[in-house]
């Protein structure tokens, strides 16, 4: 959300006017229509406050906050429910149903409050007929604002424009005499409040730079400074500045605003501070310098400035004469918030105001009753305390327990009473019980800055407005509580299809992370656990804010990491917060020269920054997979910010999920590094070079992860000028395939270089297949001898057991087969294979291929003999890689799904003794 105040100023009318203006309909008393510029223009615009809302839920609530407080700061306190329900019932409109961020412009002017709420859903218009509208039922969930502004407001009207539609109401403020602001009834004099005989009002006069520049003789009297003493010096020289009810605002901040009412204390020449009750109003000179004027009395006659509050919500309880009315709305107003943070939000507000404190606070019991979360405060700095959690029951005794009222009149007596107000300014306390059912739904509690301002009194008014409430309380809680568990569970099994569609341990790492974040958490960091004998390891880092994760990294690099424990749930690691805390601290002091180093070897900026983003609540989580730590999960909050209870246990469930998917990435990691290192010992060593011969190979395994199959390939040399070659086809595919073809290649070479002839080797290959017994496999093959010869041609000697025939491709383009097909190996023992002699000449080209080549298929058509018999006459002139290459793209090309079959293709070609 961004805001800007800028009291005493006439802006200048934000809507188009003119030839620019759209079309508005503006409806006024009953229906009337007028006209676009109904507004009176005349009237001048005192003061404007404008902010804008992100489109989520909880905007709702900040808005109605941030109206509630401009109007109130106005003094305008008779019109702020009006204005308060209309200006949720349109930002509802705009972030939910429109689904946009809203801009909420308040203006005031002498004759009432103006405010406008824009979204960014211009096409969502209104008829713009004169005659009467039927806007529908009130129970309806659309239009119920434009109702609402029908009833309450006294102008109002919707303005378009092309990127913009614009809902404004104005109301005005109700008759009273001239000059009154406000009013209260006649009291009868013993009721009047104290005042000292003689009554003085200093009046102090601050100028833009915060100096006090006017020192009347009341403020001489009151606090013993002369004039001349005090003009030129800053208010902050002698205002002694406690904690701001209701705000976190200083003396500095509030002498910036158009209006401010508070207590603090002065000062005196004496020594002594004067607690004093002031009135400020910030007002602008004729040349248009801005000061403030400070009006201040003594603490006890503050009734004398004091805006009068409107009547306690607890007297509006009674019952009318024929008229009942619903306690919980007399307590919470009408119509009441449909969301919890709204409810928890109007509880507080309202408990503050009933019992006149500084600050209140609701607190929601978990689902055990043991701790209670806070959930909505005012007066307190709320950003800092949501969500932190306290025990049920902090110490013996009735005042040790939440589920008793109490009353603590000074908590410097009793440090640690009521911790959630330890550091905050506040004295007394009166906190409340939340039940249902004799089950403790919740805490309320109202504090004071002054010691004694609370009794049994008070608790009991206070008891009253918590029974009122806690039913309806309690409802909303479940009902969110319904809607996260909803969410939750989309949420996981959303989770869990993410993790489940990979199996690679880098991915699976970075989709923990980014789960997490910013959904969980603000930052994530994954540790993981190789083995039990291994320390953590930092594997992962990410936060939701790009430019911090480096410094994130390198800060948990340098502290232990969490030890790994099996005990299921999340625990608190306060190593980061401690660590970051440090880090920011030294940079800091040598920053300032305090440090005994001259040089910082990295910014103030990123070290604060860092900080600042681990210095809230961190939590460990166990990543547990098959009974084994193999990791955990760590989930950090920025500065003093904490974990939802709800939010731990969802993390819980995706760690649980995130284990598993984490172990079975590495498993798959571990399987696939050993079955690709299996398969690559049995591919053959680097290709050797033979002069006079050009040879070139391209292979291709069937199956995901796999390097070999049932397809092999293999060139060595024998002795001196000879060398085996070898093309072969193992029936199957994958591991067990891949066993035949280790056993194939390595015998090949042994019984080649032992001296056995090319059926020799292949006759006692296939007895060794033989003994393989059930595991052997059917295997097709193709060897030879090859003899490069002096006059650049090559002598070949070939054996085809079962294969397909090689092919010989000679310079005038023609293609023949080069040998005779022969049985294939691993069927019958005794097997009868003879070679045959072919000689290459100088430009002819040899091509071996496997049946995954020839048998490749695109529905009922398939490559076959004569196909690639077809593509190798176009290859006359090619070298022995370009002719592979070309064989192996007109392959792929043949059919439009993925190879299901290995392939292997060997060429072979005789350049002859000149080539250029």
Not at 153 to 175: C, E, M, N, S
Not at 896 to 911: E, G, T, Y
Request: hydrophobic share 40%; proline share 6%; net charge negative.
């Amino acid at each position: 959300m961004t805001t800007g105040l800028h009291p005493g100023e006439t802006p200048q009318d934000p809507r188009p006017t003119g030839h620019d203006a759209l079309p508005t309909q503006e409806r006024a008393g009953h229906g009337t229509p007028r006209a676009a510029d109904d507004r009176t223009r005349s009237s001048v615009i005192t003061a404007r406050a404008a902010a804008s809302f992100d489109p989520v839920g909880r905007s709702v609530a900040t808005a109605r906050s941030f109206v509630r407080d401009t109007l109130q700061g106005w003094g305008f306190a008779d019109i702020v429910d009006d204005a308060v329900v209309l200006t949720s019932e349109l930002v509802t409109n705009a972030v939910v149903h429109a689904g946009t961020s809203a801009d909420v412009l308040c203006l005031r002017s002498d004759d009432g409050v103006r405010i406008e709420v824009a979204d960014r859903y211009p096409e969502r218009e209104i008829p713009l007929q004169a005659a009467a509208i039927n806007m529908g039922s009130p129970d309806r969930e659309g239009g119920r604002g434009l109702q609402l502004c029908a009833a309450l407001a006294r102008r109002w009207g919707v303005d378009y424009t092309p990127t913009h539609k614009r809902v404004w109401f104005q109301l005005d403020l109700p008759d009273r005499p001239v000059g009154t602001r406000a009013a209260g009834p006649s009291l009868p004099a013993d009721l009047l409040p104290l005042a000292d005989s003689r009554v003085r009002v200093a009046v102090v006069q601050i100028d833009r730079t915060g100096a006090i520049n006017a020192w009347n003789e009341d403020a001489e009297e009151l606090f013993g400074y002369a004039a001349k003493q005090v003009t030129g010096k800053p208010l902050t020289d002698f205002a002694a500045w406690p904690h701001t009810p209701g705000t976190g605002t200083g003396i500095v901040e509030a002498l910036q605003l158009s209006r401010w009412e508070g207590s603090y204390g002065v000062r005196c020449a004496d020594g002594r501070v004067t607690p004093v009750y002031a009135s400020h109003l910030r007002v602008r000179d004729t040349t248009g310098e801005p000061s403030t004027v400070c009006l201040l009395v003594r603490d006890h006659e503050r009734a004398v400035l004091q805006t009068p509050l409107r009547g306690p919500a607890s007297d509006a309880g009674t019952h009318t004469e024929g008229q009942a009315t619903d306690p919980f709305e007399v307590f919470i107003g009408s119509p009441a918030p449909d969301d919890l943070d709204g409810l928890l939000q109007r509880t507080v507000e309202r408990a503050r105001d009933m019992l006149d404190g500084d600050s209140a606070f609701l607190l929601l019991a978990t689902d055990d009753e043991t701790e209670l979360e806070v959930r909505a405060s005012t007066g307190l700095p709320s950003a800092r305390q949501r969500f932190a959690r306290v025990p049920v029951e902090a110490g013996p005794g009735r005042y040790g327990s939440a589920r008793m009222p109490a009353v603590h009149e000074d908590l410097t007596l009793v440090p640690g009473a009521v911790p959630l107000l330890g550091g905050t300014g506040m004295r007394s306390v009166v906190t409340v019980p939340l039940k249902v059912e004799g089950r403790l739904t919740g805490s309320l509690g109202v504090a004071a800055e002054a010691p004694g301002r609370y009794s049994n009194e008070e608790a009991l008014r206070l008891q009253f407005a918590a029974d009122r409430i806690a039913l309806a309380v309690e409802s909303a809680r479940l009902g969110e509580l319904e809607r996260l568990r909803r969410g939750s569970l989309s949420f996981l099994v959303e989770a869990s299809d993410l993790l489940a569609g990979t199996l690679d341990r880098d991915q699976t790492l970075a989709l923990m992370a980014q789960m997490t974040v910013p959904t969980l958490a603000t930052w994530c960091a994954v540790y993981t656990i190789a083995d039990q004998a291994s320390d953590p390891y930092l594997s992962y880092v990410l936060h939701e804010d790009e430019e911090l994760i480096d410094g994130l990294k390198a800060l948990l690099s340098k502290i232990a990491p969490p030890d790994p424990v099996t005990t299921p749930g999340a625990r608190v690691w306060s190593a980061p917060a401690a660590a970051a805390h440090d880090a920011a601290l030294r940079t800091s002091m040598r920053s300032l020269g305090l440090g005994g180093q001259t040089s910082i070897s990295s910014g103030i900026g990123p070290t604060l920054a860092t900080a600042a983003a681990v210095g809230g609540e961190t939590v460990v989580l166990p990543l547990v997979a098959r009974n084994r730590v193999i990791g955990m999960l760590t989930l950090g909050k920025p500065s003093d910010e904490h974990f939802r209870q709800e939010i731990l246990e969802l993390a819980e469930d995706l760690s649980r999920r995130a284990a598993l998917a984490l172990d079975n990435a590495r498993l798959y990691s571990e399987r696939t590094a050993i079955s690709q290192s299996l398969q690559r010992s049995l591919l053959p060593p680097e290709l050797p070079q033979i002069e006079g011969v050009e040879v070139e190979v391209i292979y291709r395994a069937a199956g995901e992860g796999n390097e070999v199959g049932g397809d092999f390939y293999d060139l060595f040399p024998i002795r001196d000028g000879a060398y085996g070659f070898a093309i072969g086809d193992v029936c199957g595919t994958g591991p067990e395939a891949a066993a035949v073809t280790g056993l194939a290649r390595h015998a090949l070479r042994l019984l080649a270089r032992e001296g056995y002839g090319g059926p020799a080797v292949l006759e006692r290959l296939n007895s060794a297949i033989l003994d393989e017994g059930a595991r052997s496999r059917f295997l097709t093959l193709l060897y030879g001898e090859l003899w490069p010869q002096e006059d650049g041609s090559a002598v070949l000697k070939v054996v085809c057991a079962g294969h397909p025939l090689p092919l010989r491709l000679r310079q005038d383009g023609t293609v023949e087969p080069a040998a005779e097909p022969q049985p294939l190996l691993g069927v019958m023992e005794d097997l009868e294979l003879y070679e045959q002699t072919v000689t290459l000449d100088p430009g002819d080209v040899l091509l071996c291929v496997t049946d995954g080549v020839t048998e490749r298929r695109e529905g009922t058509r398939m490559l076959g003999d004569d196909g690639l018999a077809d593509v190798l006459t176009t290859c006359t002139g090619l070298t022995a890689g370009a002719v592979a290459a070309r064989i192996m793209r007109a392959v792929e090309r043949f059919a439009s799904d993925a190879p299901s079959d290995d392939m292997a293709i060997l060429a072979m070609r005789v350049p002859g003794l000149h080539t250029d």
